[in-house]
């Protein structure tokens, strides 16, 4: 018995590990856009039906056409790239909600949310593109759906990969809720480091890709930096993320060779 489960779960390792495309790190995805993606929509539309949309206009129309560049560049991306069938899947979104917290997320297949309290810290339209080409990433790297794949190994066990494969199955939410932490205010759980560090240098190439000023990246965290100096507890959208020193560092490094993707992949 104990032979037969390693060996299901071996093979289940198998079919499931993947390459992120760009960055080349193998990942563990054993949930599919079928799935994740229908609950993806339903619980964005939830959120935006129960909370506040801004009234700024001018705010709100900078942030839709940022969404709309970089998404179209990422879109450019996955249909020059094998990915059309994925790409079809996307149902784009992009939305200003009035609320203070420094924030702005993105769910499986692309339904963006900017908190209006980010909107200060990205100060222009290449401080948008930053912050939106990360969250951007998080979901064409897929990181929700690669947690989602490890909460179910740490907490559910082999049996409900099976369950959970059903469209409709209550498992299927609860692993959501494990890897989302639906309900909670930030409506979003913790990124890794390795997924924060994925998404800032993805996020790069899309936002020069679009056609932005990739060093208002470095901008941005530097104001990020200088916003959370002082405060009680740091911004909502740095205490889970790696420390901005290094982050900085990170994408001044990794600044030349984003060009160099960008200009690679927009030919
Ligand atoms: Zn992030």
Redesign the pocket.
Known sequence: MKKIVSILFISLYLVSCSTVPITGRKRFNMVSDDQVLPMSFAQYKGFLAKNKLSTNTKMTNEVKSVGARISKAVDKFMRANGMKKEANKYRWEFNLVEDKQLNAWCMPGGKVVFYTGIMPVCKNVDGIAAVMG??VA?AFAKHGQERMSSATLQKLGGVAVAVGTSKKDPKTAQLWNLAYGVGSQLGMLA?SRT??TE?DKLGMVFMIMAGYQPEEAINVWIRMSERSKGAKKPPEFLST?PSNQTRIKTLRAFLPEAKRLATKYNR
């Open positions: 990360h969250e998080h990124y997924h924060e998404a993320h």
